[in-house]
Structures are given as C-alpha cells and as structure tokens.
C-alpha cells in the first residue's frame, strides 16, 4: 500500500503531515504494508501507483502557487477519484478543485474545474472556530478547528453538516466535499489525528480484513473529551 503525501513541504499548516502519520501507522498495525511517498512542485506523479492521496493546508499565496502546478496532473487526478480510490484534501487545498478562487484582491484564479463551486477569499479577514461537523458515512461526529479566510458556494455534494463552527458559508450549515471515496474539508486538528474513529473509516476504504486500533486508544480518549468539551455551550 503505498500513500501519497502531495505537496508535503508547502501545504503543511497545522500539523497535518500527522494525518498521514496515523494512518501509515493504523494500517502496518492491522498487517498491510505501507509507504508514504513524498511529491511537490515539478514532480512526476502517476495516480495509479498509489491507494491513497492526501494534500494539507497552505498559506493562500501558497494555494495559489499550488494550484497551477497541480493543473497539470489534473487529468490523472479526476481518473484517480473517477476509479472511487480514495482522497483527502483538507483546509483550503480541496478549493482548488472547483471552478474559481477569487483572492482578497479581486484576482480570479482558475481552479481544476472537478466540481462547480467558487470559492471567494475575504478582504483581509480570517475566520476561526472550534468545530463540531456530523455527517452519513461516520456514526459519530469530527472535532476540530477551523481557520480560514474564505467562502464557497455551489457545493452539492457536502460532506458535514455543522452543529458548532463554521459553514462554507455565512447563509449555510453545510461544509466540505465528498464525492465517491475523495473528501475535502477545511477541519483541521489535524482531522485524522483527533478522530480516531475517522482514522479506521479511512483505513477500512484501504485494507481488508480487521483493523487494529491498538495505537489510537489514546487518542479514541481525547477525542471523548474533546466532544464533551465543545458540546457543553454548544
């Protein structure tokens, strides 16, 4: 099983190489061997060669420098979700993936065009949140935080529905992306690392067979607290 860690060294913010980190981990306990292979700016990707896909969160500067290099594995990546092998893109990095980003300063930036949502980037202005977000594919809810400086529109295929923070938008109570097996979202925490029960759902689309869940006890624990905890003036 190999993972694939793109744009590892410029979309890095809060600490989400650890989500790629855990799940590594889960899936050598559970018996499946696993590498995590590192590609940036330049490199040469093919899609087929991985199980796995995940891009972290940037600077918007550094969304934008991203996103032309990516355009150019577009292709390879649309067949990648097409063939319902699975994804995760967290904070604004699953922005890209739509239509248009239009910064702060009225510049609008083409995106790969997967889906037809715009995202619009705020003057200036950062929104932060702690965050509880529930959805249909997991029993229990996702915890963290969200930090960011922008508002979507034109989703369809929404992946949370928000009981605390922040929605794609000030009129909606829906956040993210989830199309076939490919997930995008602006939680961060890191999102794997503070769910562990989100962990195992994503080994599960990876591995056959049991997983072993033995390295996320503690982290099943903080998880409890931490939903306890932003559910009391919730």
């Given at each position: 099983?190999?993972?694939?860690h793109?744009y590892?060294?410029?979309?890095?913010?809060?600490g989400?190489?650890?989500n790629?980190?855990?799940l590594?981990?889960?899936?050598?306990?559970?018996?499946?061997d696993?590498?995590v292979?590192?590609?940036?700016?330049?490199?040469?990707?093919?899609?087929?060669?991985?199980?796995?896909v995940?891009i972290?969160?940037g600077?918007?500067k550094?969304?934008?420098?991203?996103?032309?290099?990516?355009?150019?594995?577009?292709?390879g990546f649309?067949?990648?979700?097409?063939?319902?092998?699975p994804?995760?893109l967290?904070g604004?990095?699953?922005?890209m993936?739509?239509?248009?980003i239009t910064?702060?300063?009225?510049?609008?930036?083409?995106?790969?065009?997967m889906?037809?949502?715009?995202?619009?980037?705020?003057?200036?202005t950062?929104?932060t949140a702690?965050?509880?977000?529930e959805?249909?594919?997991l029993?229990?809810?996702?915890?963290?935080?969200?930090?960011?400086?922008?508002q979507i529109?034109?989703?369809?295929?929404?992946?949370?529905?928000?009981?605390?923070?922040?929605?794609?938008?000030?009129s909606?109570?829906?956040?993210?992306?989830?199309?076939k097996?490919?997930?995008?979202?602006?939680l961060?925490?890191?999102?794997v690392?503070?769910n562990?029960?989100?962990?195992?759902?994503l080994a599960?689309?990876l591995i056959?067979?049991?997983?072993?869940s033995?390295c996320?006890?503690?982290?099943k624990?903080?998880f409890?607290?931490t939903?306890?905890e932003?559910?009391?003036?919730?």
């Open positions: 099983m190999k993972i694939l793109l590892y060294d410029i979309m890095n913010l809060y989400d190489y650890g790629v980190s855990v590594e981990r889960l899936i050598a306990q559970s018996g499946t696993c590498e292979v590192k590609k940036s700016l330049g490199d040469n990707v093919d899609f087929n060669d991985y199980g796995f995940f972290g969160s600077t918007e550094n969304q934008k420098l991203v996103l032309e290099d990516f355009k150019r594995l577009a292709d649309k067949a990648y979700v097409e063939a319902d092998k994804a995760l967290t604004n990095s699953f922005e993936l739509g239509k248009t910064d702060c300063d009225g510049g609008e930036h083409s995106g790969l065009g889906f037809d949502f715009t995202v619009t980037e705020q003057n200036k950062r929104m702690d965050a509880i977000f959805c249909d594919f029993d229990r809810p996702l915890v963290g935080f969200v930090n960011k400086c922008s529109t034109g989703i369809t295929d929404h992946a949370f529905t928000v009981k605390r923070g922040l929605a794609d938008n000030e909606d109570k829906t956040e993210g992306l989830k199309y097996n490919l997930i995008g979202t602006h961060t925490g890191p999102v690392v503070k562990p029960h989100f962990a195992e759902y599960s689309l056959s067979g049991e997983i072993n033995e996320l006890e503690l982290a624990k903080g409890e607290v939903l306890a932003l559910s009391k003036d919730n």
